[in-house]
């Protein structure tokens, strides 16, 4: 198929051991570069996934000779980060004890790093690409979220290798935790020598797009995935400094949850808008997107008959993220953006809805399902103003909820099931605990109580018994 610019297609969570069509699809589009954003891997079942660091490198060698990865290395540049299952563990942070040799086979075997590339030196394995020249250029951002991010408020448990499904009950721990307001200022997740090459990066870039790769999603709103979203400071620093620094046409992209989804601001339609602003930092129709989730490679939540009933409930409770309730997909996908630049013959208008790059461009942002076509699509314009990009980074501050404002409404749930787990749990221990001692029954006590009461009465007749006896003698 003809193409206009560039092409970069992305994707998540694939377990290597596992058929991968959907990586034929890649294929098929033929982008100029390929990103993981997470998950390259999954260390085999049955095994404990901290065994060892030749444990991971095992794994790295089942998934280079998988029939589905040559295809995938048909594509020219293949780039991106790890999560934290290729990084070696469920959940893990920077106290992972073997997060120097998931670097390592990262930069080796997956995207083929030179031995001098600062990516092998450096707290972590975040570093830049950019594909074209100015004007017509798109820079590549990629974030490392596992190298320096600090433990949760409550550590999760999904490294467990004891608890039964470790990784529904770190979920449940986390969304109990926003529900509670606990991690309301938890730490980092980028760390400080990170925090400072990303401000260099998007201060002194003359790209006229940017894809900046976050492994776990930023702006969601569901507190029971991993997300920055517990880790509201360092979230918060994030959006600050994309409405400061304004960098051209930027997008947000992450995996990790395996579902996608199209999250921003949800504008009103230009015909009822009332303008808050001069019309110059009003941000265009199109927009109010600001991240683009793509995850599910081998598997998706919506992908199992059990799982789909429970992953589109949780889809509906927590929407207020997203662009529209419905911008979301739960089968097996991969994202794509086609970089569409000014007058590259593709046709259209402006760049704010239709086809092609027009006067200024336009970055087409896409949701494939398994065979390649579209399940999700939005048109981002490009050529907007620095004042119109910082206007869409503080809308997203602004007006997208945190996790905190999401989980708000578990709050009753979870006060009336703790009361009805400590009811339960007094009734199955207590009975037992009084059958241990003898007469604590409560047949015992019924019958103490009623011998007590005829006691009593005795007790009353004899007094009775004395007292007319002394008056019979005081007579006397």
Known sequence: MPKSGVTIAFGSCRKQYKPAPVLD???????????????????DEGTSPTQNADHLK?????????????????????????????????????????????????LDEVVEAPLDSPR???????????????????????LDTRWSRDDHAVPSVGGSV?????????????AACAALGVGATAGDVLGEEQWAWLEQELRGSTASAHLIVSSIQVLTSSPVVESWGHFPSARERLLRL????????????????HYAELAGTRAAPPSVRKPRRAASTV???GAELLEVTSSGLTHACGASRYSAVACAGMMRLFPRHRLSAAHFYTGINFGSAELRWPDDGSGGDDGGGGGGGGERGAMVLRVHGLNGTAALEHVLPLGLTPEQEGARWRAGLAELPTVFDGAVWLRAPLAIGTAFAL??????????????????????RSLAKHAGAHDADARGEVRRSILGELEDEHED
């Open 58 to 106: 095992i794994n790295h060698a089942q998934a280079r000779l998988s029939k589905d990865e040559q295809r995938l290395r048909t594509v020219p540049l293949i780039d991106g980060v790890y999560d934290d299952h290729d990084f070696g563990q469920n959940d893990a942070g920077k106290n992972f004890r073997w997060k120097e040799a998931a670097r390592s086979l990262f």
């Open 242 to 257: 994309l409405a400061e620094t304004r960098p051209a046409g930027a997008v947000l992209v992450s995996g990790d949850v």
């Open 423 to 444: 009811w339960l749990a007094r009734r199955l221990v207590c009975p037992r605990r009084r059958a241990r001692v003898p007469g604590t029954s409560r047949r015992a």
């Open 283 to 285: 941000p265009p129709p």
């Open 162 to 174: 004891w608890l039964p499904k470790p990784g529904w009950c770190a979920a449940l721990v986390r």
């Open 25 to 43: 699809a890649v294929a098929r589009l033929r982008p100029d570069l390929w990103l993981w954003t997470g998950d390259y891997l999954y260390p």
């Open 120 to 142: 092998r030196y450096r707290a972590g394995i975040y570093g830049s690409r950019t594909l074209g020249e100015p004007p017509s250029a798109v820079k590549v951002v990629m």
